[in-house]
């Protein structure tokens, strides 16, 4: 018996829930650093700091001081000014190879073993702040078998803005109710039930490093709550 | 050598050039109509008679008279409009399943394996003027292995519009001439060129049936001419 009655499509949030983003920006940033020669800089602080500008960006569109920006542009900013505070250097292509490490990131090991038996019965597709292009390339070089990527730059709007979920059980001709956000985050979660949305928790203990103190729990009743996606799956009946 | 030196993307015209709409539309149309006791209405003819209305409907929202409306709703209103003229009145379910026939739509033979094979070296997508439900349902049926799914919906263009190529190519990240479009049809390979895109066309010589008159052969010297995927395979040294 599913976990989800009458849900036909699941939608996932990316970072941090189907990839690992610290370690895969960690990996990037430790080759462009001993290229400058700042082997002195933690790769996972670097990629911590990146990070840590995610909200505030995506924060200047949400508030309306800025249009729609898809993340690429973000990111990018983002690591302009990071760069900055460090003294760093680089030319073009070397910097755009750098802020593409967000489209090379690889999922968790359960990922796609349990995408793959959830395809057969349900519409996949990431519902990711990230953009159509940086999630694609991601798809094409990790495998991840989406039906279509949607997301922020389809929806024309970031999470947790309700627009985000509501445009994007539009796109699928489906009801909010119709729809399932997975994600490794209750705050994504909680704003999707707002939105009418069906929820699963998946948890992701060490996202942000071993000493994560954030979502470690589910917080509310989810409707699935599951310690991977082939334990989704269980609960999914696929 | 490749046909397409510096050309990163392919996009795909679909209905006609990935698909065999009329053939998959008759044959469906053949059930609804046997049901309804009309099988004095050639499948084939009924085809043809919603493929008609495709064209006025889009230019209603290419004009501005209109907002920009998903396909699946046009085609939906104009189902509606040939039935009454046929006085043939339904079930909501049984509209909405011969609605959905357009994400139903087969293959041509070659276009599948020959998408395999450029997949490897090419970001491949759609550029059509189908819905992203339609087309991503219409490539989990039939296992068409696009990268992401883009086309009016994600551009909120219609083809010919010139935004319909060039938003295309900005979501990719890439300049208008790094991405190719392949078409069936003469008219949209020259607004894509007018937009700066490079072209390719591909032979498709009874999309409208055995006496086809129209785009039986390339009108203007597109960058490549095949007579089908794995021809424009061969010439892109895939």
Known sequence: MSAFPGVKALVFDTFGTVVDWRNGIARDAKVFLARHGRADIDPHGFADAWRKRYQPAMEAVRSGRRPFTRLDVLHRENLDALLGEYGITAEEAELDWLNRAWHRLDPWPDAIPGL?????????APLSNGNILLLANMAKRAGIPWDA????????????????????AEILGLAPGEVALVA????DLAAARRAGLKTAFVLRPTEHGPDQTTDTRA????????????????????
């Open 116 to 124: 793959l038996r959830m395809r057969p019965r349900h519409f996949l």
């Open 149 to 168: 990527i949607l997301g922020a730059e389809a929806a024309q709007a970031y999470k947790p803005q309700p627009e985000a979920y509501t445009r994007t």
């Open 184 to 187: 490794a985050h209750n705050g």
């Open 219 to 238: 917080e509310q009743d989810w409707e699935a709550v599951a310690s991977s996606f082939e334990a989704l799956a269980d609960q999914l009946g696929c």
